[in-house]
């Protein structure tokens, strides 16, 4: 699969000779890069893309979901040529500022709202708001999980099984270099569906003199393909950091818009101190928000914190924002999108049982994936130890070379759009078949 792929793309491999000169790596971020070389799109419309050597694929990356709104969108590119013809920044907010902020209080049920740019402000933002409101640095998040790529979050996420030690004294260790010890030593992880962890870790941290300020977390990990929180867990953690006086922060750069209207804090049925937004909401533009109880955004309020930034609320984000949810992420926007994904998800399982395959489909919203592990994963330490990792990266090629561009990496879902039908995921599960075939031939 992977010479006939190299073959499919020679034309990428071209482009990344020449892109090779002036990007580190022939790519725009880390994320891009691929052996033997990453594959360069040329243009997207609805739920395809088109590579550089005229590939078709149907899109099931989504930009890493942010793009749950489909490709080149007309209502958004509506919104998008309107401002850019009264001018696309100012450094001043806008009414769509406003109208967006109003309609993620509303889906959210959180009062008050600030912009960033990326899902990595949101969070550094939420953590530095959470320090701010309790006076204190330590920070507790979920082993495994990604926030973005400043330094507190870039700590005990993809790090070697073997350096986790045991569930009660997970190491927090660096991802990658560049990230200082001292920010390290601030960062305390617990596994993800283990309430009972992660209290006996804030009352540990207590009596060292370091309770932390925040839990950051996704409501449902989205980097571990996709992993489900189980019944009662957040309700439990809702109540274990409110005893404790810790904020909670959910991180719904993933979630967000794409698993509901009001994201995993609808879902579940439980709603933070803060959350974070960011991918799907821009519609395709760089745009992210955070959203806060009035009580813990009085820091912000009262100019404690510097929550700043140039292009923040800017207006073309804010008009992309504005279109995407009022004109396109409708309530039967979401009904379509929770109809193509029990499609897609009774489809996979039923390949998965005819050929007795070992793992399993699981998926919420727009989001889903084959988990290829034949005990179910909830959390870090049970993906590491059954993810067949061979069969996952077999899983990729085997889809790339049948049009079906699907997020790169052992650890990602699909996102569908609302511009897929039936029969996109339906091809999707038919590709799944053949590649289920011939494994077992
Ligand atoms: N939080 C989560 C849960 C994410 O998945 C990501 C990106 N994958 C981020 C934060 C960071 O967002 P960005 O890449 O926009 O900085």
Redesign the pocket.
């Known amino acids: 699969e992977e010479a006939r792929l190299n073959e499919r793309t020679g034309g990428s491999g071209e482009t990344y000779s020449r892109a090779q000169q002036v990007l580190t790596g022939g790519v725009a971020s880390s994320y891009q890069a691929r052996d033997p070389w990453p594959i360069y799109l040329e243009r997207g419309a609805g739920p395809k893309v088109w590579d550089v050597d005229g590939n078709e694929m149907l899109d099931f990356h989504n930009g890493?979901g942010s793009m749950v709104q489909g490709h080149a969108h007309p209502a958004i590119g509506r919104a998008i040529s309107e401002r850019y013809a009264q001018g696309t920044h100012f450094a001043a907010p806008t009414e769509d500022a406003i109208i967006v902020g109003a309609e993620l209080a509303r889906r959210w049920g959180l009062p008050k709202w600030r912009y960033t740019n990326?899902?990595?402000?949101a969070?550094m933002d939420a953590i530095r708001i959470a320090r701010a409101h309790t006076g204190r640095d330590d920070v507790l998040k979920i082993f495994g999980?990604?926030?973005?790529?400043h330094d507190t979050v870039m700590v005990s996420i993809g790090v070697a099984y073997d350096a986790i030690g045991d569930r009660d004294h997970l190491q927090s260790l660096p991802y990658g270099g560049g990230i200082p010890q001292s920010t390290v030593d601030h960062v305390h992880a617990v596994h993800f569906n283990d309430a009972e962890a992660m209290e006996r870790k804030i009352v540990a941290l207590d009596r060292d003199g370091r309770k932390p300020a925040c839990v950051i977390m996704?409501a449902a990990m989205?980097?571990l393909g996709v992993v489900l929180p189980q019944d009662g867990y957040l309700d439990e953690v809702r109540e274990i950091t409110r005893r404790h006086g810790v904020v909670l922060i959910f991180?719904e750069?993933?979630t967000g818009l794409c698993i509901a209207a009001g994201g995993a804090t609808e879902r579940f049925g439980v709603t933070p101190d803060l959350v974070?937004l960011?991918?799907a909401l821009g519609g395709g533009l760089p745009t992210?928000a955070i959203g806060g109880s009035d009580e813990v955004m009085q820091c912000v309020e009262d100019g404690t914190v510097y929550q700043v930034g140039t292009y923040n609320g800017n207006p073309l984000g804010m008009a992309a924002a504005r279109a995407n949810l009022l004109e396109v992420m409708t309530p039967e926007a979401y009904d379509h999108l929770a109809m193509l994904n029990d499609r897609i998800l009774a489809g996979c399982r039923s390949v998965i049982e005819e050929f007795a395959l070992p793992g399993y489909a699981v998926g919420i919203g727009s989001k889903g994936c084959v988990t290829f592990s034949p005990v179910p994963v909830v959390d870090y330490e049970t993906f590491k130890a059954n993810q067949d990792a061979e069969l996952c990266d077999l899983a990729w090629l085997f889809n790339m070379n049948r049009g079906i561009f699907m997020t790169p990496g052992r650890e990602e879902e699909w996102t569908l759009s609302v511009t897929h039908q039936a029969d996109h995921v339906d091809r999707y599960v038919e590709v799944f078949r053949e590649m289920a075939s011939d494994l077992t031939r």
């Open positions: 890493f990326s899902g990595s402000e969070t999980s990604y926030h973005g790529h996704e989205m980097n991180d750069v993933k974070t960011a991918k992210g």
